[in-house]
Structure formats: structure tokens, C-alpha cells
């Protein structure tokens, strides 16, 4: 095991599979203590079990984001059971996809409460205690869909630009604190929310190949790849890095267009 997360205790939000158990493994390797939230208790307990890491560096909650009293209840169960919770990774999220014009409020409202309150959330319920103790650091798994649309995915890039509104404003607030707030800017990342994306095509192969052929390199991020980035950002290695966005998208969002 390596040591460049020792000391930290990390809340983790959707963490029962795709990006967010990747970054659970990933942690748990570099040396941190994890507290891992998902609104999939099943899945979660079987992650849990999977992980298979001693009581005292892994415990677990089932929980929704957008619940702002359930979150608080698991801020308090996570300085229980591994200690005061000084970094946070804001990575559950959902996809909510539509034209404009065919979004209903019940797809607008589920989307804002999850992609952007249920990382507020979170974050209300961490500050507190990372200013008491004069630092922490938050991480903030946003998307390309935080500086760029595709059409017929709104709302959903709505609440990544949104996230990343909040992200800069945190940042600012409790930079004095010694409070880091960044986020992390995948492209598309080989899950199971991505897999699902596919299936809605009549022809789910093609769209795949699709997806594959827009990229520079022709494939897109595992979900370990993007873990890597998230340990650098939560760790002590980037002290200065504040109110920052990394991009990690093998270079979609910069091609302007395929030759
Ligand atoms: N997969 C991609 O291509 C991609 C690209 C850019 C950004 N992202 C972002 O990365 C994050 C993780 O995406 P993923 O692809 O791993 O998703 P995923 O669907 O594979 O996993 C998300 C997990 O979050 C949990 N979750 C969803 N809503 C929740 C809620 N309200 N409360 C608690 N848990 C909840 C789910 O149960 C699930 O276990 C999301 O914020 C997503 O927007 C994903």
C-alpha cells in the first residue's frame, strides 16, 4: 500500500460502481480512509464486501445526495467510524437526457437535485468541520458537459455547468480557510450509465462505435484512469490548486471537428 493519502478521510457519494468504486479502490490503495455513500444499499453492501478493507477504513451508508438530512446523519456516522471527514468527493450523478422543449418539470427538478444540490448537500454538511480543523479538500466529479453541449442531453449539462459555478464560488469562500475546492472534468468513461446510453440507440453497436471514432485516440477513459486523477487532486501533491477544473477527456472537448 502507498502512503499519498494517509491521513485522509474521505466521504465518497456514489460509490457502489462505475467511477466511483473505481476511486473508492484507488484511495483505499494510496492509504486514505473511505466513507462511501450510494442510494443502492444492496449494491453498495456488496461493494463494501468486495473491498474488503479492516472496519476502521471502510464504512458505508445507504443514502440519497439529494436528502440534506440523510447526508448530514452520514457526515456523522462517517467522523464515528473513520474520523473527521477531510476530503469529500462529490462523484454520484445521473443522466437526464431530452430536447429542450420535451423536458418535464419531474426530469428538470430530479436533475438539478441530484447533479447540483446533492453535491451542495454534501458540501454543507463537510465545510463545518474542515474549517473547524483549518483545511480540507473537495472534489467535485463534474463532466465535459460543464463547458460544452450536446444537443438533446439537456438538462443534464445544465447542472454540470451549474457544479462548476459551484465549485469556483466555494473555492473562493473558504480558500482563506484552507479549504480546496476543485472538480474533475471526465469525457465518456466506460460505465455502466454510458452502457445504458448506448442501449437507448436502436442500434447499440453502432452507437458505440460512434462514440469510439469521435474520440482522437478511438476509445474512451476506464473508469481507473479518471481514479488517477481524482487521488492527485484530493491529495496534499497539489497544496495550490484551487477553484481549478482538470479535463480528462483524451482530448475530445479541444477537436474542433474529424478529418
Ligand atoms: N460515465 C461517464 O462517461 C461520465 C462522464 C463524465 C462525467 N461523469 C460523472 O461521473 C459521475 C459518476 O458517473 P458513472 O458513470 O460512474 O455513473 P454510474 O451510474 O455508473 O454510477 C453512479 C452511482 O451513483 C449512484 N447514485 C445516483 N444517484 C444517487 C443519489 N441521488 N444519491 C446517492 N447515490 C446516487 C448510483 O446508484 C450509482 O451507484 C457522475 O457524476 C457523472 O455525471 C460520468
Not at 152 to 157: I, K, V
Amino acid at each position: 500500500m502507498s502512503t499519498r493519502l494517509a491521513g485522509k478521510n474521505i466521504f465518497l457519494t456514489g460509490a457502489a460502481q462505475g467511477i466511483g468504486l473505481a476511486i473508492a479502490e484507488d484511495c483505499l490503495r494510496e492509504g486514505a480512509s473511505l466513507f462511501l455513500v450510494d442510494r443502492d444499499g444492496a449494491l453498495l453492501a456488496e461493494t463494501v464486501a468486495r473491498l474488503d478493507a479492516p472496519p476502521e477504513r471502510l464504512g458505508w451508508a445507504a443514502a440519497d445526495i439529494s436528502d440534506s438530512a440523510a447526508i448530514a446523519s452520514a457526515m456523522a456516522d462517517a467522523a464515528q467510524r473513520i474520523g473527521p471527514v477531510n476530503a469529500l468527493i462529490n462523484n454520484a450523478g445521473i443522466n437526464v437526457f431530452n430536447t429542450p422543449l420535451e423536458t418535464s418539470e419531474e426530469e428538470w427538478q430530479r436533475c438539478f437535485d441530484i447533479n447540483l444540490k446533492g453535491a451542495w448537500n454534501c458540501c454543507k454538511a463537510a465545510l463545518p468541520g474542515m474549517i473547524a480543523a483549518g483545511g480540507g479538500a473537495i472534489l467535485n466529479i463534474a463532466s465535459t458537459h460543464a463547458f460544452t453541449i450536446i444537443p438533446h442531453t439537456f438538462p443534464y449539462p445544465l447542472a454540470k455547468h451549474a457544479l462548476l459555478g459551484l465549485t469556483k464560488s466555494l473555492a473562493l469562500e473558504y480558500a482563506a480557510a484552507g479549504v480546496r475546492v476543485n472538480a474533475l472534468a471526465p469525457g465518456y468513461v466506460e460505465t455502466q450509465k454510458v452502457i445504458d446510453y448506448w442501449n437507448g440507440f436502436a442500434d447499440p453497436e453502432a452507437a458505440r462505435a460512434q462514440t469510439m471514432a469521435l474520440h482522437p485516440g478511438r476509445r474512451i477513459a476506464k473508469p481507473a484512469e479518471i481514479a488517477r486523477a481524482a487521488v492527485f487532486m484530493i491529495s496534499d501533491e497539489c497544496p495550490f490548486m484551487n477553484a481549478a477544473c482538470l479535463v480528462v477527456d483524451g482530448g475530445l472537448s479541444m477537436l474542433q471537428h474529424a478529418v
